[in-house]
């Protein structure tokens, strides 16, 4: 009887352990530790699409956690999803739990936004805020929505400005825009002919137009070199002495002008005008005297006699 009730309590511990490891291990693949101590906390998001029970919870990329559960709220319709997080990492009351696109293939998580300067902690059974972040698909749609509907207008505006251009453009019109564009092309290719030529005209004479450019390289050194003549000819000093030199003939214009000096006199002084201009009627009349009666000034005598005296002319009209 002993050995029986031995055996009957080895099985049961057997059983025990068994079903406690069942439990362990259901509950390790599902993502939970129920050996570590953890914190149970709540968060609401308008829409989890791809987020699965037993995702991750991370912080700052480190992995504190698994979503437990996910519940439909009666009174709101909203789901509510239980979060359970690893004691070790406190999180404070004004933290922010965002639901993010895992990869591009698909699958969300759950990431804390923690707010260090808050020290006030959750409790179990608290509810944290919950934010969603846009994943790829959805910005593409947001951005994408607004692009298509200016391309539809766009679209409908060159629809409209077609329709009027075939109603402006009858057949005389397009014949001329027909006959515009021939234009064109012949112009275009009078012009092609013409660079042709002109690269043509070049060939011919690029002996003489590297000639004409060798001399017109001599014409400049000449001209550098007598720029530099120049440079060195202390043009300077000779302007200042020409300055000073006109300002002489300045200061002398002025005292003729002033009536100063001999030649100011002359020129100004109307006295010595009329004793000159006295002065040279008297020599004239002089100098025709001595050509009408040479005797009178030149006497020549063998016998001695005596020269007459001078008697000035008496004018005829003076006689009347």
Same mark, same amino acid.
């Given at each position: ?153 766009? $679209?409908? /505006?060159? =629809?409209?400005?077609? &329709? %009027?251009?075939? *109603?402006?453009? !009858?057949?005389?019109?397009?014949? #001329? +825009? ?34 004409? $450019?060798? /001399?017109? =390289?001599?014409?400049? &050194? %000449?001209?550098? *070199?007598?720029? !530099?003549?120049?440079?060195?000819? #202390? +043009? ?85």
């Amino acid at each position: 009887m002993q050995i029986n009730r031995s055996r009957e309590i080895k099985t049961a511990i057997l059983v025990i352990l068994s079903i406690v490891l069942f439990i362990w291990g259901y509950n390790f693949l599902k993502g939970k530790n129920i050996l570590n101590p953890h914190l149970t906390l709540y968060v609401e998001y308008p829409s989890v699409e791809g987020l699965q029970p037993s995702s991750p919870i991370t912080l700052n990329g480190m992995v504190i956690g698994r979503v437990n559960s996910i519940s439909i709220q009666e009174n709101t319709g909203k789901p509510l999803v239980e979060l359970q997080i690893n004691e070790e990492f406190p999180i404070s009351k004004s933290s922010v739990a965002k639901l993010y696109d895992a990869s591009v293939l698909g699958g969300k998580q759950v990431a804390i936004i923690p707010n260090f300067a808050d020290k006030t902690a959750l409790k179990t059974g608290d509810h944290i805020k919950g934010e969603v972040e846009l994943g790829m698909m959805e910005n593409f749609a947001k951005n994408i929505n607004p692009l298509q509907s200016k391309v539809e207008s766009a $679209i409908s /505006n060159i =629809d409209v400005l077609v &329709t %009027n251009l075939n *109603k402006v453009l !009858d057949q005389e019109s397009r014949e #001329n +825009l027909k006959s515009s564009l021939a234009s064109l092309s012949t112009s275009l290719k009078s012009i092609n002919q013409i660079t042709q030529n002109t690269n043509q005209l070049i060939t011919d004479n690029k002996t003489k137009l590297n000639h004409s $450019i060798d /001399n017109f =390289d001599k014409i400049s &050194t %000449n001209f550098s *070199k007598i720029s !530099d003549s120049l440079a060195q000819a #202390n +043009l300077g000093q000779t302007v200042r002495n020409l300055d000073a030199s006109l300002a002489e003939v300045n200061k002398i214009m002025q005292d003729i002008q002033q009536g100063k000096g001999s030649m100011g006199k002359l020129m100004k002084d109307e006295k010595m005008y009329n004793n000159l201009t006295a002065a040279s009627k008297e020599l004239e009349l002089l100098l025709a005297d001595m050509k009408t009666n040479p005797k009178r000034y030149v006497h020549f005598s063998l016998f001695g006699k005596k020269p007459t005296t001078y008697q000035p002319e008496v004018k005829k009209d003076s006689l009347k």
